[in-house]
């Protein structure tokens, strides 16, 4: 599990590419401090596993299937990545629940400045914006962020300049495409109202539920 506060930029040193998947090799400083062979690294929003760590960099394993579902088949040596170790018990969780298990990949289509803040439109697929709500969370390339409204098929996010010089998003522009992770709270949410609706209980949110639960 992650939070979605990214500890630093690290650079792309090299894509070993192999006939179904890739190796990288990445650069990084403060998320090695500590860190073994075998511990879970968030590179871009994807948790990854630190198979080989040589003084300031880390290889990383990745395999077909998260190279067809997320955005890491386009990177290329010299691009920068988000990074971040995996929540401790006992941190502060300044963001919010992130698996690290991307639901889709999104394109942002507009872009604008905004006094201090950065404005980001994002198109995203179905399987996101069913979970997307207004001021609810969103992982954006792994970055936790706050919905600041949304339509059909895209949704908007703000940037503060803290969080648009320490990611991606902040050197990010209209075309490009980011790695999406919807509120794991919400997909259990619709798991177990949907679960409900098969078993023959009343299905959704009802005043017969609040009162099994005790809350009336």
Do not use: W
């Not at 006939?19 to 650069?27: E, F, G, K, P």
């Not at 596993?49 to 890491?72: P, R, Y």
């Not at 040596?77 to 991307?102: F, K």
């Not at 949304?150 to 991606?168: C, E, K, M, Q």
Request: net charge neutral.
């Amino acid at each position: 599990m992650f939070t979605g506060i990214i500890e630093e930029l690290g650079m792309l040193l090299a894509v070993r590419r192999g006939t179904n998947s890739a190796q990288l090799v990445i650069n990084a400083e403060k998320i090695l401090d500590g860190s073994r062979v075998g511990d879970s690294v968030a590179v871009n929003g994807v948790c990854l596993t630190a198979a080989q760590i040589n003084g300031s960099s880390f290889t990383a394993d990745v395999m077909a299937e998260t190279l067809g579902k997320t955005n890491l088949g386009a990177l290329k040596s010299g691009d920068r990545v988000n990074l971040e170790r995996a929540l401790r018990l006992g941190d502060r969780l300044g963001g919010h629940i992130v698996s690290g298990h991307i639901d889709g990949v999104g394109v942002i289509i507009r872009q604008e400045k905004h006094d201090i803040a950065i404005i980001i439109d994002i198109k995203a697929p179905v399987e996101v914006m069913r979970y997307i709500i207004k001021k609810g969370s969103v992982a954006i390339d792994g970055t936790s962020l706050t919905v600041v409204n949304f339509g059909a098929d895209y949704f908007r996010v703000s940037l503060i300049p803290h969080t648009a010089h320490a990611t991606t998003l902040g050197f990010k522009k209209a075309g490009d495409s980011v790695n999406l992770e919807a509120d794991v709270m919400a997909k259990y949410i619709e798991r177990l109202l949907h679960q409900r609706g098969h078993t023959g209980q009343e299905p959704g949110v009802s005043m017969s539920l609040l009162a099994e639960h005790g809350f009336i």
